[in-house]
């Protein structure tokens, strides 16, 4: 099984799965498309359908999407519970899974993902209602379910695999979630994310990239 992934430095997308794959406990390889160079495009390519990372290659298999990659080592791994194993918390895994896949474009775009990064700047009110909603969601899913576990619902699962990224991003760009509602819950469940050891090892070879 391989993983194709963009820059770890910097490719949101690869993250996601990646970090799911990991959990799995199964071995794979990865192939490393350099980002943002004339030949990025034509690299793509020889891999992926869509002409976009991340690609899943599995035998003949080959899946495209991040949520669809993450899905499929879901049922191809049932032993690793990516998604929590309550049916109610897994609709709301999913739910909260598919609004980050979809949604928050302001935040997207203003804040992109880079490890390396440390600063602080004016958010958009764009980019403040994006937070101001993941605060919300994150305090009310911790909420919910602390008591069962440091993740978003307990155990870790996917949707900790995609909020991943955000937490990068408040770090990097000095976004607080208690300027945005938060009490605590927040902001905890963001460094926990940050102190995983698959992030940890991931970030440590996006550092060593460059």
């Known amino acids: 099984m391989d993983i194709v992934i963009g820059n770890k430095m910097w490719s949101t997308w690869s993250l996601r799965p ?5 959990r799995t406990g199964a071995p794979f390889g990865e192939v490393v498309i350099p980002l ?16 976009k990372v ?26 690793a519970r990516l998604w929590p194993q309550d049916v109610t918390r897994r609709g709301l895994a999913r739910a909260a899974s598919a609004e980050m896949h979809s949604g928050f ?9 880079d490890l390396s990064l ?14 101001r909603r993941i605060v ?9 379910f602390a008591a069962d576990g440091p993740f978003l619902f307990g155990p870790w699962s996917i949707a900790d695999a995609f909020f991943t990224p955000v937490a990068t991003r408040f770090r990097s760009y000095g976004i607080k979630p208690s300027d945005f509602g938060d009490l605590g819950a927040a902001g905890a469940y963001g ?20």
Do not use: N
């Open 105 to 113: 474009p302001s935040l997207r775009g203003e804040c992109p993902m």
């Open 54 to 79: 991340p690609v899943l290659k599995d035998g003949e298999v080959v899946i495209w999407d991040s949520l669809a990659i993450c899905e499929y080592l879901a049922d191809r791994f049932p032993d």
């Open 136 to 144: 919300q969601l994150w305090s009310e899913m911790r909420g919910r």
């Open 18 to 22: 990646w970090l799911a794959l990991k």
């Open 191 to 210: 460094e926990t994310l940050l102190e995983t050891p698959e992030f940890k090892e991931w970030e440590a070879a996006a550092l060593a990239e460059g």
């Open 36 to 51: 943002r160079e004339p030949s990025t495009p034509e690299a793509i390519a020889r891999h992926s359908p869509s002409g």
């Open 118 to 131: 440390r600063t602080v700047i004016e958010l958009t009110e764009a980019t403040r209602t994006d937070v």
